[in-house]
């Protein structure tokens, strides 16, 4: 019993003791298994505060490298901007500069074309006002003209009807010397008769005048009967015909002068008149021109002269002077010949070029005769023949003025100028290193040569502008800039720089302001080295052109 109790308590303390240690084991398992979970779970949230880090760390950079990115395009696409507004700016400025010169040539184009057409107008004006005057007086000429056949008829039938009394006249004087000549023979005839008887019958039978038909004398020789009706009444001495003075071939004088063409003569004629090719001016002393300027300067036996006064270009042309005496017409000529003095009419303005361009001038003149167009270079004296002066490629000692004469030979020329200015860039020419002493003055110059004028600026070593102040004055000049010292100090030594530039361009030049017995680098800090009486001179120039 004992020792089956006994053994029951072992097994049961074995029991004990199993489900003890199964009990331990499960709970040391599940504490395990709970601290393996646990870090498994630590280990799971490390990864993934790793990953998570990581993929933070990851975002952060791809973020990063995005600004990177964003900001190099954007600084990429803010210099391409810039480089395409510069560009768009240069592309706008050359065609803002081609556009004005398209302009100016389109305006100068437009300006011709006006004057010519101006010109043009002026001259149909002046066509249509002679042309007017022309028909007018061509009316008026033709009415006189009718008048004058009219006059000339009147006095033709005057003249018909004076020479038909003279005829009757001479008839009826001719029949009173045949009745008195008949009567005598009829009174001889008779004494005969009652002397001689048969003798005084044959007598009178041979000499009895014996008339011609009747009619036959008057009928045939009418129209010399005035002729010899002056000869007989006047004497065969006084019959000469009248001499006719000779004009020159030619007569010339000047636009806006008088001249008097003479027609001399030595007897009174019948008739006489002054004709300007078809155009009658005077019959007489009757005026048939309409011109007021045309007037009758002697109408007598021996001078018949016409004056004009203002003579005109129209006035040119023939001019006859005709008279007639024995109804035998008399005729003589003079062509006149008007001349204008050479004068420019039209030249090409002040011209302000760069540079490189070309240059056109021109010069229009007129004149009677053609005048001849000369252009002068002043600067060198050269001459050049024609209306049109070309320059290619125009350099800036060719700007200068260039004189436009024009000459005929009728008066002294006639002279304009041009003024040619040519534009350039800035170029400093002059440009020294100073030395300077502690508490005296100094001055550096800077000389450039510009068209337009350049304006001036100066900096330091650091680029920084200088400006004035008690001890330092800048004075800019037309062609030059100085930079004045009044009091120099440790810090004014150095180098100076002289920016010149106007809107073709810049140039810059360096220079020394340095204290005698130093040495000083261009570029580095300034620090006098010991090198005793050394020097070296540091001298930059660069030329900016613009484009």
Not at 121 to 142: D, F, P, Q, V, Y
Request: hydrophobic residues 35%; positive net charge.
């Amino acid at each position: 019993m004992e020792i089956k109790t006994e053994s029951r308590l072992g097994l049961k303390e074995a029991k004990i003791k199993s489900r003890l240690g199964l009990m331990e084991i499960k709970t040391e398992s599940r504490r395990s298994l709970k601290e393996a979970k646990i870090k498994s779970r630590l280990g799971l949230m490390e990864i993934k505060t790793e990953s998570r880090r990581s993929l933070k760390e990851a975002k952060i950079k791809s973020r990063l490298g995005l600004m990177e990115i964003k900001t190099e395009s954007r600084l990429s696409l803010k210099e391409a901007k810039i480089k395409l507004r510069l560009g768009l700016m240069e592309i706008k400025t050359e065609s803002r500069l081609s556009l004005k010169e398209a302009k100016i040539k389109l305006r100068l184009g437009l300006m011709e074309i006006k004057t010519e057409s101006r010109r043009s107008l002026k001259e149909a004006k002046i066509k249509s006002r002679l042309g007017l005057m022309e028909i007018k007086t061509e009316s008026r000429r033709s009415l006189k003209e009718a008048k004058i056949k009219s006059r000339l008829g009147l006095m033709e039938i005057k003249t018909e009807s004076r020479r038909s009394l003279k005829e009757a006249k001479i008839k009826s004087r001719l029949g009173l010397m045949e009745i008195k000549t008949e009567s005598r023979l009829s009174l001889k005839e008779a004494k005969i008769e009652s002397r001689l008887g048969l003798k005084e019958a044959k007598t009178e039978s041979k000499l009895r005048y014996v008339a011609p038909p009747t009619g036959f004398c008057y009928e045939r020789y009418t129209h010399h009967l005035p002729l010899l009706l002056s000869f007989v009444l006047a004497g065969p001495d006084s019959v000469q015909a009248a001499e006719f003075g000779h004009l020159p071939d030619n007569l010339t004088v000047l636009e806006g002068e008088s001249v008097i063409l003479r027609c001399k003569i030595d007897e009174e004629v019948t008739h006489k008149a002054w004709l300007n090719r078809s155009n009658i001016l005077f019959a007489g002393t009757d005026k048939w021109s309409l011109d007021p300027r045309v007037s009758l300067v002697n109408s007598n036996d021996s001078d018949f002269s016409i004056q004009i006064e203002q003579v005109a270009v129209a006035d040119e042309g023939p001019y006859t002077c005709s008279f007639q005496a024995l109804n035998q017409p008399r005729i003589a000529h003079v062509y006149l010949i008007v001349q204008v003095p050479a004068k420019i009419v039209n030249i090409s303005q002040d011209k302000s070029v760069n540079e490189g361009d070309d240059v056109n001038l021109f010069c229009l003149a007129v004149g009677r005769p053609e005048p001849t167009i000369t252009w002068k270079d002043f600067k060198y004296g050269r001459m050049y023949e024609g209306e049109f002066l070309d320059i290619t490629d125009i350099k800036r000692h060719q700007a200068e003025e260039f004189e436009c004469i024009t000459n005929n030979g009728v008066a002294p020329p006639d002279t304009r100028r041009v003024k040619v200015t040519v534009n350039y860039p800035p170029v400093i020419t002059d440009v020294k290193n100073m030395p300077a002493q502690l508490g005296k003055t100094a001055i550096l110059r800077c000389e450039a040569m510009a068209v337009p004028t350049a304006s001036f600026e100066w900096y330091r070593d650091d680029r920084r502008p200088v400006e004035n102040d008690n001890t330092l004055k800048i004075k800019n000049e037309k062609t030059r800039s100085l930079l004045l010292f009044t009091n120099v100090t440790e810090k004014h030594f150095g180098n100076y720089t002289c920016f010149a530039s106007n809107r073709l361009g810049a140039s810059n030049a360096s220079m020394l302001l340095f204290r005698p017995g130093a040495v000083y680098s261009v570029g580095a800090p300034l620090s006098p080295c010991v090198s005793g009486l050394g020097l070296w001179l540091g001298l930059s120039v660069s030329i900016l052109m613009k484009v």
